[in-house]
């Protein structure tokens, strides 16, 4: 199919001046063909379900774009997922870019990327702009492809690539089932649990303290993003203290990928200071992997981050990987520059694994 003029926009709508699409927001009932679009796009057959739990449940809302051609077909989408995050006592919505896909047929010509873009431009003035219910700054960590796209368009801006952490289970002493029992252990208990309680909203409180700028880990948000997910099982472990009764630290696990025998480390919060804690949920993440016959543990930290370090100094070893962690700024605060270098970030805030 050649190439046609740009879109127009017509009220809430814009439209292909060549009268093959419109582009519109999500309306109820969309789902369907969403999930049916997504399935040919990727090849991967998503529930019902999971769609409900990733967008209509999110409990910082949903952000869908869509393209619709002539004959009510939709042949496009860029989706956002919002998630509020802290920067000291501010408190911002970043906008997380999943999703992003347009049916090739409409991918063809010369300009084959100008509906994707659309779709974008489209969200971002929708959803995008700071201002009550608007999101700062629209982030993703996308495939090789959608990252030549938004950054060879200036769309977005590359803030760094994404750096794996990694530790093997095999080889000479690494076997990790014996690890002795650490000064100050006695001091905490490591339970697995299904929910949090919002008794353990004080461990984010603590945390983030120490947290530059972060998604705000509270139990409402871990409860979606973990506990409630219908396809992925995740394991929860918190840390209470025995002195006080009270929760001091969590660490989220999945222990199940497929084709891959590989624990990965989803989520993790632990006050600074707490080196005996740290270390010994550390210890007990590597020994439920280990339970789990899996040969290996890997995990996502920013380099400048303590996290980083305090697991390179366990013999975690860092890789490169795929994936490059880009933004685009909406709002004047707070600053690309700035948040390049202070932003923590684990495998969850993530929407791949």
Same mark, same amino acid.
């Given at each position: 199919m050649a190439d046609r003029p740009t879109t127009a926009l017509d009220e809430h709508l814009y439209r292909d001046s060549a009268g093959r699409w419109v582009i519109r927001p999500y309306q109820p009932g969309d789902e369907t063909q969403i999930l049916s679009l997504f399935r040919r796009i990727f090849g991967v057959d998503?529930?019902?379900?999971?769609?409900?739990?990733?967008?209509?449940?999110?409990?910082?809302?949903?952000?869908?774009?869509?393209?619709?051609?002539?004959?009510?077909?939709?042949?496009?989408?860029?989706?956002?997922?919002?998630?509020?995050?802290?920067?000291?006592?501010?408190?911002?919505?970043?906008?997380?870019?999943?999703?992003?896909?347009v049916d090739p047929r409409f991918r063809q010509g010369l300009n084959r990327q100008r509906l994707m873009v659309s779709l974008l431009v489209r969200h971002d003035r929708e959803f995008l702009g700071g201002g009550p219910g608007k999101g700062s700054i629209g982030y993703g960590f996308p495939n090789r492809l959608n990252y030549r796209l938004l950054v060879g368009t200036n769309t977005c801006e590359a803030l760094h690539p994404v750096i794996q952490l990694g530790k093997e289970f095999t080889g000479p002493g690494a076997d990790l089932r014996g690890t002795r029992r650490r000064a100050g252990s006695w001091r905490y208990r490591i339970d697995q649990v299904v929910r949090l309680e919002p008794s353990f909203d004080q461990v984010w409180h603590q945390c983030h303290q120490d947290l530059a700028l972060a998604a705000i880990r509270d139990s409402?948000?871990?409860?979606?993003?973990?506990?409630?997910?219908?396809?992925?099982?995740?394991?929860?472990?918190?840390?209470?203290?025995? %002195? +006080? !009764? @009270?929760?001091?630290?969590? /660490?989220?696990?999945?222990?199940? *990928?497929?084709? &891959?025998?590989? =624990?990965?480390?989803?989520?993790?919060?632990?006050?600074?200071?707490?080196?005996?804690?740290?270390?010994?949920?550390?210890?007990?993440?590597?020994?439920?992997?280990?339970?789990?016959?899996?040969?290996?543990?890997?995990?996502?930290?920013?380099?400048?981050?303590?996290?980083?370090?305090? %697991? +390179? !100094? @366990?013999?975690?070893?860092? /890789?490169?990987?795929?994936?490059? *962690?880009?933004? &685009?700024?909406? =709002?004047?605060?707070?600053?690309?520059?700035?948040?390049?270098?202070?932003?923590?970030?684990?495998?969850?805030?993530?929407?791949?694994?």
């Open positions: 998503r529930s019902l379900e999971h769609w409900r739990w990733k967008f209509q449940d999110n409990p910082a809302g949903q952000q869908i774009i869509l393209a619709v051609a002539d004959t009510g077909e939709i042949i496009g989408q860029h989706a956002g997922l919002p998630v509020r995050v802290a920067k000291g006592e501010e408190t911002f919505l970043f906008v997380h870019s999943v999703d992003a896909m409402q948000y871990l409860n979606w993003r973990y506990a409630d997910c219908p396809d992925v099982s995740y394991t929860i472990l918190v840390a209470t203290d025995r %002195f +006080t !009764g @009270r929760p001091s630290g969590a /660490a989220v696990l999945r222990l199940v *990928l497929p084709g &891959r025998p590989v =624990a990965l480390l989803m989520d993790w919060l632990v006050p600074s200071g707490r080196e005996d804690l740290a270390q010994m949920l550390l210890d007990h993440c590597h020994a439920l992997a280990l339970a789990s016959g899996l040969q290996r543990i890997e995990a996502w930290f920013p380099e400048y981050t303590t996290q980083y370090h305090f %697991f +390179t !100094g @366990r013999g975690y070893e860092s /890789a490169p990987t795929i994936y490059h *962690l880009i933004a &685009r700024q909406c =709002a004047p605060e707070p600053l690309l520059k700035w948040i390049r270098d202070h932003w923590y970030y684990t495998m969850g805030d993530s929407d791949i694994y």
